[in-house]
């Protein structure tokens, strides 16, 4: 992965439930290699995730897996019922880790996006488990 950064530290971070999507991500990428999925089944981005990922996208130093032309932007996307209007919106790395972190329960996604080609895949997801002192 590009990015290993800790937004939060070492300790707030290993306090958030971490699910890794990479087995997930060089599966597709492989059916796609062998032929089984094609560029319509990879490069489905919604236009308002391109549009976040234009406008709030972290940018990586990671070429797009499918194009090439591009490299990845990261979005965090954090949900949670504590949230009330802020559940559902798109944020950048660390807002969305201290979020998740703040708030029991809830949920960060980070999702990796091409502006150019329009792959997304997730990347990561965090899960407060119990409220994590954010700083």
Same mark, same amino acid.
């Given at each position: 992965?590009?990015?290993? &950064?800790?937004? $939060?530290?070492?300790?707030?971070?290993? &306090?958030?439930?971490?699910?890794?999507?990479? $087995?997930?991500?060089?599966? $597709?990428?492989?059916?796609?290699?062998?032929?089984?999925?094609?560029?319509?089944?990879?490069?489905?981005?919604?236009?308002?995730?391109?549009?976040?990922?234009?406008?709030?996208? +972290?940018?990586?130093?990671?070429?797009?897996?499918?194009?090439?032309? +591009?490299?990845?932007?990261?979005?965090?996307?954090?949900?949670? +019922?504590? $949230?009330?209007?802020?559940?559902?919106?798109?944020?950048?790395?660390?807002?969305?880790?201290?979020?998740?972190?703040?708030?029991?329960?809830?949920?960060?996604?980070?999702? +990796?996006?091409?502006?150019?080609?329009?792959?997304?895949?997730?990347?990561?997801?965090?899960?407060?488990?119990?409220?994590?002192?954010?700083?």
């Amino acid at each position: 992965m590009a990015s290993r &950064q800790t937004p $939060l530290g070492r300790g707030p971070r290993t &306090q958030l439930g971490v699910i890794d999507y990479t $087995l997930a991500k060089r599966a $597709l990428l492989r059916d796609a290699m062998r032929g089984t999925l094609g560029l319509t089944d990879l490069c489905d981005a919604h236009p308002e995730l391109i549009r976040a990922a234009k406008h709030v996208g +972290e940018p990586t130093k990671t070429d797009c897996p499918v194009c090439g032309k +591009e490299k990845l932007v990261l979005l965090a996307y954090v949900y949670g +019922e504590s $949230l009330k209007a802020d559940s559902g919106r798109v944020w950048s790395i660390a807002t969305g880790l201290r979020l998740a972190a703040a708030h029991p329960g809830a949920c960060c996604y980070v999702v +990796e996006v091409c502006t150019t080609c329009q792959w997304n895949h997730l990347r990561e997801s965090f899960t407060a488990r119990r409220k994590v002192a954010a700083g």
